[in-house]
C-alpha cells in the first residue's frame, strides 16, 4: 500500500520546524519547571513562595519569559504541523492547530498570572493597604491560577495531538507504530485531563505526571523523527 501524496518541498521544510518546535518546547518547559517554577514554588506555602520569589525576581522574571516563547514556539509548531498534514485531511489539521493554538492562549494567560502574583509582592503605592501576610496569600493564590490554566489548557493540548495523529497514521509520513501510539497517548491525556477536572481528587488515583507524560514522550520520538529523518516518501513504505 503506498501514498497517495509524495510529500512536497514545502511540507519537508515545515516537518523539519515541527520537529525543531517539538523539541525546543520539550527544553524550555524542562528548563522552565525544573530549573525555575520547583525551586521557587513551595507547596501549602505562601510565606516562603513570596521570600524566594522576592530573592531570586530576575530568575522569576525569565520563568515567565520562557512561558512566553513556549507561547510562540506553539504558534510556529501548530503552523508547521497544518503544512504537513493538510494534504491528509485539511479540516482536521485545521482543527487541530486551532486546538493548539487554544492551548498557546492558555499558556499565555498562565504567564499573565505569574506576572500578577509578582506585582502583589511589588513595592506600588496602593499596596500598603493590605497586610504582607494578605499579599503573600493573593500572590500564592495567583500562581495557582496559573496551575489551574495548565490543567484547563491540557485537553486541547490532547485533542490536538490526538487529531494530528490520526492524520500521522493516515498519511504514513511515519512509522505507523508511532503514530498509533501517539492516538493512545493522546486520548489518554484527553481522558484525563477531563476527569481531573470532573472528579475530585483524581490526582490521587492517577497521579497528575501520567496525565501528560506519554504525550510527551510520543512528542519527543516525533520531533526526533521529523527533525533527523523528515517524512517518509512513497517507496520507503511499499507493502
Given at each position: 500500500?503506498?501514498?497517495?501524496?509524495?510529500?512536497?518541498?514545502?511540507?519537508?521544510?515545515?516537518?523539519?520546524?515541527?520537529?525543531?518546535?517539538?523539541?525546543?518546547?520539550?527544553?524550555?518547559?524542562?528548563?522552565?519547571?525544573?530549573?525555575?517554577?520547583?525551586?521557587?514554588?513551595?507547596?501549602?506555602?505562601?510565606?516562603?513562595?513570596?521570600?524566594?520569589?522576592?530573592?531570586?525576581?530576575t530568575l522569576?522574571?525569565?520563568?515567565?519569559?520562557?512561558?512566553?516563547?513556549?507561547?510562540?514556539?506553539?504558534l510556529i509548531?501548530?503552523?508547521?504541523?497544518?503544512?504537513?498534514?493538510?494534504?491528509?485531511?485539511?479540516?482536521?489539521?485545521?482543527?487541530?492547530?486551532?486546538?493548539?493554538?487554544?492551548?498557546?492562549?492558555?499558556?499565555?494567560?498562565?504567564?499573565?498570572?505569574?506576572?500578577?502574583?509578582?506585582?502583589?509582592?511589588?513595592?506600588?503605592?496602593?499596596?500598603?493597604?493590605?497586610?504582607?501576610?494578605?499579599?503573600?496569600?493573593?500572590?500564592?493564590?495567583?500562581?495557582?491560577?496559573?496551575?489551574?490554566?495548565?490543567?484547563?489548557?491540557?485537553?486541547?493540548?490532547?485533542?490536538?495531538?490526538?487529531?494530528?495523529?490520526?492524520?500521522?497514521?493516515?498519511?504514513?509520513?511515519?512509522?505507523?507504530?508511532?503514530?498509533?501510539?501517539?492516538?493512545?497517548?493522546?486520548?489518554?491525556?484527553?481522558?484525563?485531563?477531563?476527569?481531573f477536572i470532573?472528579?475530585?481528587?483524581?490526582?490521587?488515583?492517577?497521579?497528575?505526571?501520567?496525565?501528560?507524560?506519554?504525550?510527551?514522550?510520543?512528542?519527543?520520538?516525533?520531533?526526533?523523527?521529523?527533525?533527523?529523518?523528515?517524512?517518509?516518501?512513497?517507496?520507503?513504505?511499499?507493502?
Amino acid at each position: 500500500m503506498n501514498l497517495t501524496h509524495t510529500p512536497d518541498r514545502f511540507q519537508t521544510q515545515a516537518a523539519r520546524v515541527a520537529g525543531a518546535a517539538l523539541l525546543l518546547a520539550i527544553a524550555i518547559v524542562v528548563a522552565a519547571n525544573y530549573g525555575i517554577s520547583f525551586r521557587l514554588i513551595v507547596p501549602n506555602n505562601a510565606v516562603d513562595t513570596a521570600r524566594n520569589i522576592m530573592a531570586h525576581e530576575t530568575l522569576f522574571r525569565v520563568n515567565i519569559a520562557c512561558d512566553l516563547l513556549y507561547v510562540v514556539d506553539l504558534l510556529i509548531l501548530a503552523a508547521a504541523l497544518y503544512v504537513v498534514l493538510k494534504p491528509a485531511g485539511r479540516t482536521g489539521a485545521l482543527v487541530a492547530a486551532l486546538f493548539r493554538v487554544v492551548f498557546a492562549v492558555v499558556w499565555a494567560v498562565a504567564a499573565l498570572g505569574m506576572l500578577g502574583s509578582l506585582r502583589l509582592l511589588g513595592d506600588a503605592g496602593y499596596l500598603p493597604v493590605f497586610a504582607a501576610a494578605q499579599l503573600q496569600t493573593l500572590a500564592r493564590l495567583r500562581l495557582s491560577e496559573a496551575y489551574d490554566a495548565y490543567y484547563i489548557g491540557l485537553p486541547f493540548w490532547g485533542l490536538a495531538s490526538t487529531v494530528c495523529s490520526v492524520l500521522w497514521l493516515k498519511s504514513r509520513y511515519i512509522p505507523r507504530v508511532l503514530a498509533g501510539y501517539g492516538v493512545l497517548s493522546s486520548v489518554w491525556c484527553v481522558l484525563c485531563a477531563f476527569a481531573f477536572i470532573v472528579l475530585p481528587h483524581f490526582d490521587k488515583t492517577v497521579n497528575a505526571w501520567l496525565y501528560d507524560m506519554p504525550v510527551v514522550l510520543f512528542e519527543l520520538a516525533l520531533g526526533l523523527w521529523l527533525l533527523f529523518k523528515g517524512l517518509r516518501i512513497p517507496e520507503q513504505m511499499a507493502e
